[in-house]
């Protein structure tokens, strides 16, 4: 298995967490406050650089914890075949369990593999079945990239980040801030508590809308989670973001689409 492409300039794992945690420790010295808002900014530019490329995306979430021989592992795995094998670019978290089986199918039928890592205190490692990685010091920047590439969403099960991660992206579907792409889980038996609730609970007490529950579609097959992927998105959208982007020299994108094209030549050969 070859190394994926890296994005330059990796943040280091100490640094990271030790000033997150004081930027998010209530009012710092304005001099922490701005160098720390220009890392974030220019975390952003990077991830902007290092996926313009990657061509329409869908997003699979779920946990890191399950191992290559549960259930949920095989499924993201089948999703991951047939979301590649639809014409879409599998992007991912990049880690290992859900999200792992999810670029290993991709890359089981010849599709591409994108995944945006997350720098944790105890590090999470890259799965080795991505084309591209891209590491992230914070979760608000990561996520952007989850949600910016993509025309839809598949949920794998998975915990409180993939919870955080269903109900922000179906919060922005909600207030208009993003397009009304499909949200799918995967997973009836798994995800049935959640889906009472936001029956019975919210919509009953009024807090969100009877349409607001639809945003949230919920099968047990990997290969109508694609369908509905496939379908809405298409039909909707189209499997294009427009005229194609070309590198530009000026942010040396030339160096990075030349070392793709070289990599898919070698792989082709």
């Given at each position: 298995m070859?190394?994926?492409?890296?994005?330059?300039?990796e943040?280091?794992?100490?640094?990271?967490?030790?000033?997150s945690?004081?930027?998010?420790?209530?009012?710092q010295?304005?001099?922490?406050?701005?160098?720390?808002?220009?890392?974030?900014f220019?975390?952003l530019i990077?991830?902007?650089r290092?996926?313009?490329?990657?061509?329409?995306?869908?997003t699979v979430?779920?946990?890191?914890?399950?191992?290559?021989?549960?259930?949920?592992?095989?499924?993201?795995?089948?999703?991951?075949?047939?979301?590649a094998?639809?014409?879409?670019?599998?992007?991912?978290?990049?880690?290992?369990g859900?999200?792992?089986?999810a670029?290993?199918?991709?890359?089981?039928?010849?599709?591409?593999?994108?995944?945006?890592?997350?720098?944790?205190?105890?590090?999470?490692?890259?799965?080795?079945?991505?084309?591209?990685v891209?590491t992230?010091?914070?979760?608000?920047?990561?996520?952007?990239?989850?949600?910016?590439?993509?025309?839809a969403f598949?949920?794998?099960p998975?915990g409180?980040?993939?919870?955080?991660?269903?109900?922000?992206t179906?919060t922005?579907?909600?207030?208009?801030k993003?397009?009304?792409?499909?949200i799918?889980?995967?997973?009836?038996?798994?995800?049935?508590?959640m889906?009472?609730?936001?029956?019975?609970?919210?919509v009953?007490?009024?807090?969100?809308?009877?349409?607001?529950?639809?945003?949230?579609?919920?099968?047990?097959?990997p290969?109508?989670?694609?369908?509905?992927?496939?379908?809405?998105?298409?039909?909707?959208f189209?499997?294009t973001?427009?005229?194609?982007?070309?590198?530009?020299?000026?942010?040396?994108?030339?160096?990075?689409a030349?070392?793709?094209?070289?990599?898919?030549?070698?792989?082709?050969a």
């Amino acid at each position: 298995m070859d190394s994926p492409q890296d994005s330059a300039n990796e943040p280091r794992p100490n640094s990271t967490a030790n000033g997150s945690i004081r930027f998010l420790a209530g009012p710092q010295q304005r001099r922490f406050e701005l160098i720390h808002a220009a890392n974030i900014f220019m975390e952003l530019i990077r991830g902007f650089r290092a996926l313009h490329f990657v061509g329409p995306c869908v997003t699979v979430f779920g946990s890191a914890r399950f191992p290559d021989d549960h259930p949920y592992y095989k499924a993201a795995r089948e999703v991951g075949a047939e979301l590649a094998q639809a014409g879409f670019t599998v992007m991912t978290g990049g880690g290992p369990g859900i999200m792992e089986a999810a670029n290993r199918g991709a890359k089981d039928v010849g599709g591409r593999s994108v995944g945006c890592n997350i720098l944790l205190p105890k590090e999470q490692r890259y799965n080795p079945y991505l084309d591209l990685v891209v590491t992230f010091k914070h979760f608000y920047v990561r996520k952007v990239m989850l949600v910016k590439y993509s025309y839809a969403f598949i949920a794998m099960p998975g915990g409180f980040g993939t919870l955080d991660e269903v109900f922000e992206t179906a919060t922005l579907i909600q207030t208009a801030k993003i397009h009304n792409f499909p949200i799918v889980l995967v997973g009836v038996e798994y995800w049935s508590k959640m889906r009472e609730f936001i029956d019975k609970t919210l919509v009953g007490e009024g807090t969100i809308s009877p349409q607001d529950s639809d945003i949230l579609q919920v099968t047990d097959s990997p290969a109508e989670a694609v369908r509905m992927v496939r379908e809405i998105a298409m039909q909707r959208f189209g499997l294009t973001y427009g005229p194609e982007a070309r590198p530009k020299f000026i942010f040396g994108e030339w160096t990075r689409a030349l070392r793709s094209l070289r990599k898919e030549k070698a792989h082709g050969a």
